[in-house]
């Protein structure tokens, strides 16, 4: 396992250093300033001022708990396994947890699409890519291999491991909705980008896959075409897999707290969508809490969520609980690498539940037009704040960023990285400074 910890410019700990490599990877994440910016990113959308609703960086602490426990119940419910043996650490997993989203810029999956659209002659956008981006080349922690984190930790990030240009498929094209005269409309569907990384950033995947035989990697990036869409990666390693599985767990569950918290969904509604599509849940509930269903199991858990935050709480932990502990191993023949060979995936009458609860709040709350509305407004004000700085470079982009532009001999990605990074906040004042008559100072931070 000696090649996966290597890093790709040399760095050695202090003598008296007592940290392992994990637990440095973890202390360059938590310290960097693409962790900070995450506070600033919401994780559904802009609700105003509270100390409830979950930001990205909330979500990205709670993937990182939740994967963590993962890998500790792995350990124990299958001790001689021999994936067991070559479970990540806790610095390790903890990383992956909270980079996982570094990558997604202001105003979420809608940002994204839009910066999709900006780059449509450039490389795409995607989020996901995005983060490899940071973590390889854009942090600062090296001369020139960003956060410098271990080749395992990277391989972790690398959740999507085929390049935009091979999986992107050419009938999509990103492109306005035909119709409107007097507004950019983006067609969501054109624009939505395939699951990758950025072709510029070839040569940190390259870095991050040499350990492997040549059978490895070429399984590892193999995808799968899809009529009508963008093709779809196969694989993803261990430690990805693990993260990924404890992502949707904190998105099925913790979403749905906020949705609960803030009154965008009714217990009737959240009653009638999980209806006969939990029992393995309810055979939980009825086992270890004889006494408190009254010989109604179902009913018990919507009034449980919808009865207010003490019990609220205790039913969302009893969720996580619930789906982390039903988690197991897969194994893949068709590789070597222990790595590859092992991965996880949530077993499938618990998976069947998760996946009900997170179309309950896209279709409830995501696709909601009050939600729409927001994302609509998001898009137009990302495509105009980019187009803008791409426009006059030399007028309009802060010095600092003009200097990296210049340094880049004019690539717009580097205009591209600018916008992604800004908080949900930034963009809207960046915004209105460029383009809202009464607002905007000299004095303004850029």
């Not at 105003?107 to 780059?119: D, Q, R, S, T």
């Not at 009913?299 to 996580?320: E, Q, T, Y």
């Amino acid at each position: 396992m000696r090649n996966w910890l290597a890093r790709r410019e040399g760095w050695s700990a202090q003598s008296e250093d007592a940290r392992d490599d994990g637990d440095v990877d973890y202390s360059r994440v938590i310290h960097s300033a693409s962790f900070r910016r995450l506070q600033g990113k919401t994780q559904i959308l802009n609700l105003g001022d509270s100390d409830f609703y979950r930001t990205r960086l909330t979500h990205s602490l709670e993937v990182a708990q939740i994967a963590g426990g993962i890998a500790r119940q792995l350990e124990k419910s299958f001790p001689d396994h021999p994936a067991s043996s070559i479970l990540p650490d806790r610095g390790t997993i903890h990383s992956i947890g909270c980079t996982h989203d570094f990558g997604h810029p202001p105003f979420g999956h809608g940002g994204e699409i839009a910066l999709n659209y900006c780059m449509r002659d450039a490389g795409g956008f995607e989020g996901n890519g995005q983060t490899l981006r940071i973590l390889g080349r854009l942090e600062t922690f090296s001369a020139g291999a960003g956060a410098n984190l271990t080749r395992r930790t990277m391989l972790g990030v690398l959740k999507y491991p085929v390049a935009y240009t091979r999986v992107a498929n050419p009938e999509l094209t990103p492109a306005l909705l035909a119709g409107p005269s007097t507004i950019k409309a983006l067609d969501g569907r054109a624009c939505k980008p395939p699951k990758c990384y950025h072709d510029s950033e070839q040569d940190v995947v390259d870095w991050i896959l040499e350990p492997l035989s040549a059978s490895d990697h070429d399984a590892f990036q193999a995808f799968t075409p899809q009529v009508g869409k963008h093709g779809k990666a196969l694989h993803k390693s261990l430690d990805c897999s693990i993260m990924d599985a404890a992502d949707d767990i904190a998105y099925g569950v913790h979403d749905l707290e906020d949705a609960i918290a803030l009154d965008l969904v009714t217990r009737e509604g959240f009653a009638a969508a999980v209806q006969d599509k939990c029992p393995t849940f309810l055979d939980a509930l009825e086992a270890k809490y004889p006494g408190e269903s009254a010989n109604d199991v179902f009913s018990h858990m919507p009034d449980g969520l919808f009865g207010g935050a003490a019990s609220r709480k205790r039913f969302i932990g009893r969720l996580v609980h619930h789906f982390l502990t039903a988690v197991e191993y897969v194994e893949l023949d068709a590789f070597a690498e222990p790595l590859l060979r092992y991965r996880v995936r949530v077993r499938d009458g618990e998976r069947q539940f998760l996946d009900v609860l997170q179309t309950f709040v896209v279709d409830e709350v995501i696709t909601s037009p009050a939600v729409q509305h927001l994302e609509f407004k998001g898009q137009g004000m990302v495509v105009a704040v980019f187009e803008a700085m791409q426009a006059d470079p030399a007028r309009l982009l802060p010095r600092e960023e003009l200097r990296k532009f210049g340094a880049a001999h004019g690539d717009v990605r580097v205009i591209c990285d600018y916008v992604a990074a800004m908080t949900d906040t930034h963009l809207l004042k960046t915004y209105e400074r460029l383009f809202s008559p009464r607002m905007g100072s000299v004095f303004d931070r850029l």
